[in-house]
């Protein structure tokens, strides 16, 4: 089973029937296989915010959602994580591009990698770190954690998880 | 008619029906007006209330009525090519066009100006756009309600305000009172 694979297999045996996604280069691969899975409707979104109320919406209509997008979108989506995804206590697993950190090619996302935890951690949105293939292994129960505690979570994948993946 | 008094006359048309509705004096309108577990208030996020419609119809079977402004698409303007490409035959789009920013005082949207939303709609793809008066705007519910067809709706109103008070619900109670009505209308 490819890491694209286990992703989204993770994703269905949690009950996640809708995911909006915004890309990323190195987020191609599981877009790609959200788009092939049956049990899952995909909504690409044109912001991430806007991605989040549809996740918001689809929510309150019973079913378990999630959203796919790069580092740069915590700077796009601070008033809609507060105001309506905490404020209301909807549950939100975020799939996040950690782009800017080690094998970065372009210098540009690295201003928003050196921001990217420091904004999270004022936000109080547990936030994990997939550094190594194997810190895969841990989405699933992450997964039940985000739906247990309603709250969104990060998840951050790095150039070296990707690489190893 | 200002935006009130369109709310007001539309009322007996979504009272029944599942509402998302835009932040500040709109949420706050029909809060005064009609209270419901069927209805969905926005405390925060300005722009969102298409999106959140959209999402929720996606989900489940119900019709969902989202009531938005027009400065609130102006500033979530890629809601309209993905509501026109995730086609979702029990969701409504009733834009309320003041051509103004109404909640902040009244400031002029360009929406108010050369910006026609009803012809971006459709430049985006949205089959069902209709531009309604004021005093149209029931009809034209009822009208896309009966369709049973996506529908965009572009009510064209005066802008200004009434004194409404602010709504003092917890949002967790809004957002479970209303959870709970939409899953028991599903399971009926
Ligand atoms: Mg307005």
């Known amino acids: ?165 | 008619m200002i935006r009130s008094e369109v709310l007001k006359s539309i009322i007996p048309v979504i009272s029944e029906q599942l509402v998302v509705c835009n932040i500040g004096l709109p949420s706050q309108e029909l809060h005064m007006l009609d209270d419901q577990p069927s209805n969905f208030y926005m405390l925060g996020t300005m722009g969102l209330s298409s999106s959140i419609g959209l999402g929720l119809a996606l989900a489940q079977r119900e019709q969902v009525i989202a009531i938005d402004g027009d400065g609130s698409v102006l500033t979530n303007f890629g809601t309209l090519p993905t509501i026109a490409n995730n086609v979702a035959d029990n969701y409504i789009l009733l834009i309320i066009d003041n051509g103004s920013y109404g909640s902040t005082g009244d400031q002029p949207t360009y929406a108010g100006l050369k910006t026609s939303l009803t012809e971006v709609a459709r430049a985006c793809g949205c089959e069902n756009v209709v531009e309604c008066k004021a005093e149209d705007t029931a009809e034209a519910l009822q009208r896309a309600l009966a369709s049973k067809q996506m529908t965009i709706i572009v009510c064209k109103c005066e802008s200004g305000n009434i004194k409404v008070p602010v709504i003092d619900m917890d949002p967790v109670v809004i957002k479970h009172r209303f959870m709970q009505e939409v899953r028991a209308r599903n399971e009926q």
């Open chain 1, 1 to 165: 089973m490819s890491v694209n694979e286990k992703i989204v297999a993770d994703l269905v045996n949690n009950g996640i029937e809708f995911v909006t996604t915004v890309p990323c280069k190195q987020l191609a691969g599981v877009i790609d296989e959200i788009d092939r899975c049956d049990a899952i409707y995909h909504i690409p979104a044109n912001k991430e915010d806007e991605g989040m109320g549809l996740c918001a919406g689809a929510s309150m209509g019973g079913k378990r959602s999630a959203i796919i997008m790069q580092n740069t979108a915590i700077g796009v989506t601070i008033n809609t994580l507060v105001t309506l995804i905490q404020y209301y206590h909807i549950p939100l697993p975020m799939l996040i591009s950690y782009r800017g950190e080690l094998g970065e090619p372009v210098a540009c996302q690295v201003e928003m990698a050196v921001h990217t935890k420091a904004l999270l951690a004022q936000l109080n949105i547990p936030t994990y770190h997939f550094h190594a293939a194997a810190d895969v292994n841990e989405l699933d129960t992450i997964l039940k954690h985000c739906f247990m505690s309603k709250k969104p979570v990060a998840i951050l994948t790095d150039a070296s998880f990707w690489k190893g993946a």
